[in-house]
């Protein structure tokens, strides 16, 4: 038999349970400027958290109502509170141990890098690696190969690599240990430079068959050593306020899955395969091995499709549709043709996962949009497919992206070199969009992609070095670090914003990110950073 409970009891119950001891917040809040991220309530002073999730976001007055004598209570002293930034695009790459070396600049001269080769082959003890992060000026030296490294470090395998990722040279020390032999051939999405007369490797190596070079160094490293990289940079990540991580490992998915559940980290990652490739065709394993995958840590995500269609701007690897204007008879190339594109559009839907593509040139972008407008009978828009980078997301193609749902990730950074840019592209260009992208409704996230630093990332957003007049403003970018980011990854119904019932993750700044002058934005830090409604990070600043 039904009982009628009147509605003023009912209230008056809720009430009791909501407001009064019977639920109470285990952590509250107060005195804060709360930037909620949600439209529907802005801004607000206080926050309750219970458990894991947001119970409340209000005034001062409303959360103290949800504590009671067990409740941890923080003054936050009138400072800024945000979501907790999700990097939507991050590389974990362990090495093995060596000697890294040191250049005053981004671009040192060939003949500098030599130089420090020479000097750090006096420190470092035979067999012992060295690294090195070179820029395009060095990459470009015609005397940059293995035949000039060999002479001078027969007994060290060289590893150079340049800081934009695409482009490395080895020395002959090397390749056996990265297993390259001299007739190594090409891996599909990638070629081996060769000497033209002998056809031999030399040692000059771009895209898949550098990927490939970077998983055979991350084999080489232990769990133990693997384990505390991740712990470092999860430390590095929750002091910036950073609570979520989109990765692409160079590791092996299995492999990278199981180490986060050993580091236990107190940070949320979506683990992303980086699949390779050999010579015939692309590697599909990592895909099919995320159906299998046992993940006990709710912080540990995996899922994903990841394929690199092209290179960048630095050494006129993005894919143009016009020419280069420093170099009037390059246009870039295509990783992959566009019936292969097609074919892993067709494959995202086979294994039900989220397809993304390093896609920087107009004319990859163009190929992406072509093919999946060639398959008219999917719905994309729920498909939300990540264009990562987009600077080639010029005006022309805007209604097409915005029409297929596609989402773009940025990495501001990449925006941080106007010179180099305003060199390869004419004085007219439309690359590099953002505030274009936001204007039109393209759903749009930022991610690091190289420095961790979300403050800088920011900052670059809201200056943009390259095209000034696409600058958004620093709200903006936040949004795009925290519930653009959460939309990107399929979260949004769990966290990017602060709103009662979201996860409870969040950070406490050490400035005001909205009105600090421009240059002090990357000084910022975290001076609390809460994951899951549990205290990750606390430089004891409040009380």
Known sequence: MKRFIPLTILLSLFAFSVFGQKSPADLVLLNGKVFTGDSSNP??????????????????DEIKKLANAKTRSIDLQGRIVTPGFNDAHFHFM???????????????????????????IKETPKGSWIFGAIGYRALADAEANRFALDPISPEHPIFLETYYGHGQIINSKAMPLLRISETQPDALGGYFERDATTKRINGRVFEYPQWRQNRTLAEMVSDEEAIRELKKMADEAIAFGITSLQIMPTMRIEKFIR????????????????????????????????????????KITASGIKWILDGTPFERGAALCKPYADVPDERGRLN???????KMLYESLTFRQPIMFH????????????????IKTVDWRAKRVRIEHGEGVTPDLIARAKKLGVIVVQNPTHLALPEMLHARFSPDNKFSPVRSLIDDGIPFALGSDGPMNPFLNIMLAAIHPARPSEA???????????????????AENEKGVLRKGKLADLTVLSQDIFNAPVPELPKTQSVLTVVGGKIAYDAKVLK
């Open 336 to 342: 992959f043709t566009e019936s292969e594109i097609a």
């Open 94 to 120: 362990p090495q093995p141990v060596g000697f890294q070396l040191k250049f005053t600049d981004l671009e040192p001269s060939w003949a500098e890098v030599v130089e420090a080769i020479k000097k750090a």
């Open 43 to 60: 801004a607000a002073e206080a926050i309750a958290i219970r458990d894991e999730r947001i119970l409340a976001v209000g005034s001062n």
């Open 359 to 374: 896609a920087v040139g107009d004319r990859t972008v163009e190929a992406v949009l072509t093919a999946m407008e060639n």
């Open 472 to 490: 958004i403003s620093r709200e903006q970018a936040v949004r795009a670090y925290t519930s653009g980011s959460a939309y990107s990854e399929f």
């Open 259 to 298: 180490l986060l559940e050993k580091a236990d980290l107190p940070i949320r990652v979506r683990a992303i395969p980086f699949s390779l490739t050999n010579a015939k065709e692309r590697d599909l394993s990592e895909i099919r091995a995320l159906a299998k995958l046992k993940i006990a840590n709710p």
